[in-house]
């Protein structure tokens, strides 16, 4: 599991885009999502196909549980390990799980009971892959490079999004969900040798003193780094979590997530901009989720309509990711974030009053460009301000702001809806939003927030 390990002097200065390590890794995490994209077509057919329609959403829902609960472990877990180790292991975990129901579905018709396991499963591995997947970047390039490769990564999203809908379907169409799921086993298998091939960067020497159970110093200048008790410890250094194993031994994983708390709250960018996301995505999700889908209904623009909307969001935001990947770097990262968020708020907001089809398409690619931006350095921003000794924890933190509490505006913006209809729905989701960009801007530290160049 131990990889390549080159020290930061050693690390390639070139852009990102023309580094093959950086190269290898996007392919695995492409290949991986892809693989993701299949298993939910696949999940969802052959749930249809085994249940009623009620327990097919319960199948399809029961992943988040494991996926809420763990993912703040799932943190201390990536760090305490390493990232890549823990990204290989979840793909390798989710691989064996999809090739075995793959398996049992060619061979029995089981019910339902195979496919609400693997849905647990996945959301189990998921609450250790997300996290250790965020901290991976910073240990496979260097820092002046973390927010083109945040672009990149982007666009595997996009691509994978893109490719995986109709792969799935096609799996479906020849074979079933079985050959669906096999598709998705062996798209997700691609990655582990690409993974493993994949050189790791040691952490710097200010990094590797901020051990697990240590306290980072939040007064240590605005990124709040700090050097943790017990940092000279002798014993050898594990080059990929980048910590002495004498003094992991002597902390419990609780410890490591109350210091990981300790670290966001005491940082002067990052806990602000943890606050930004929340209010970023609770403004965000519901109206271009469940939201878009009643304005459709409402306005008699149907499924095609709907599906127009939706490819103007994501064209949007693969041209974020994109101008990203190519440029590198953004000046003024604290001021795009804030400007880009209230100006995607008020696109969220007039969604709602634009009565054609070919308007709404032009709002839904602002939004999707505005909001893709606003993501992206939200995502530049974590990777370059976090320490990477704590970057798993942070990322848990930040996954769990997205894919835990997030989806809960979806049944309260379709009940809101149901009552007072899409306008002021879509408004106050605006203004919610708009939120996290006011406080990008207010709070001085995050306003002046720099990638490095």
Request: glycine share 16%.
């Amino acid at each position: 599991m131990t990889g390549t390990l080159i020290t930061p002097g050693t690390v390639t200065h070139g852009p990102a885009h023309r580094d093959p390590n950086v190269l290898r890794w996007l392919a695995a995490y492409t290949s991986s999502m892809v693989g993701d994209s299949v298993y939910y077509i696949a999940l969802s057919w052959a749930a249809v196909q085994q249940g009623s329609p009620a327990q097919a959403g319960a199948v399809m829902a029961v992943s988040a549980v494991p996926r809420a609960l763990l993912m703040l472990g799932g943190g201390v877990v990536a760090d305490r390990f390493g990232p890549r180790r823990v990204v290989i292991g979840s793909d390798a975990v989710r691989c064996a799980a999809v090739l075995a129901v793959a398996a049992l579905l060619f061979l029995t018709c089981p019910g339902l009971w195979p496919l609400a396991l693997l849905a647990v499963v996945f959301g189990t591995v998921d609450a250790v892959f997300m996290p250790a997947v965020g901290a991976l970047p910073a240990r496979v390039t260097s820092r002046d490079q973390l927010a083109r490769v945040q672009g990149m990564r982007g666009i595997g999203i996009r691509f994978a999004s893109i490719v995986g809908a109709p792969l799935g379907g096609l799996g479906v169409a020849i074979g079933g969900a079985a050959t669906a799921f096999a598709f998705a086993g062996l798209l997700i298998a691609v990655s582990v040798p690409l993974l493993i091939s994949v050189r790791i960067r040691e952490l710097p020497a200010d990094d590797e003193t901020c051990t697990r159970g240590g306290t980072a110093d939040a007064g240590d200048g605005a990124g709040g780094r700090g050097t943790a008790p017990g940092a000279g410890v002798v014993g050898a250094v594990d080059p990929e979590a980048g910590e002495h194993p004498a003094h992991a031994r002597a902390t419990s994983p609780l410890d490591d997530l109350r210091a990981g708390l300790r670290y966001i709250r005491g940082h002067r960018v990052l806990a602000p901009l943890m606050l930004a996301i929340a209010l970023g995505d609770l403004g965000f999700v519901g109206p271009l989720n469940v939201g878009l889908t009643l304005l459709a209904d409402e306005r008699g623009w149907g499924a095609s309509g709907m599906g127009w909307v939706l490819s103007g969001f994501g064209t949007g935001a693969g041209a974020a990711a994109l101008l990203l990947a190519v440029r590198g770097r953004l000046p003024h990262a604290g001021h795009v974030v804030g400007w880009a968020c209230l100006a995607g708020s008020v696109a969220i907001g007039a969604l709602a009053f634009v009565p054609s089809v070919l308007g709404a398409v032009g709002v839904a690619l602002l939004i999707g460009l505005l909001a893709g931006l606003s993501g992206a350095m939200c995502g530049a921003l974590l990777q370059t301000q976090a320490d990477p000794a704590y970057l798993g924890r942070v990322t848990a933190v930040s996954s769990l702001v997205s894919l835990g509490f997030a989806p809960l505006s979806m049944p309260l913006s379709a009940a809101a809806i149901g009552a007072w209809g899409t306008g002021p729905v879509f408004v106050v989701s605006a203004v919610v939003c708009g939120l996290g960009g006011a406080i990008a801007l207010c709070v001085r530290e995050l306003r002046r927030a720099e990638l490095p160049g």
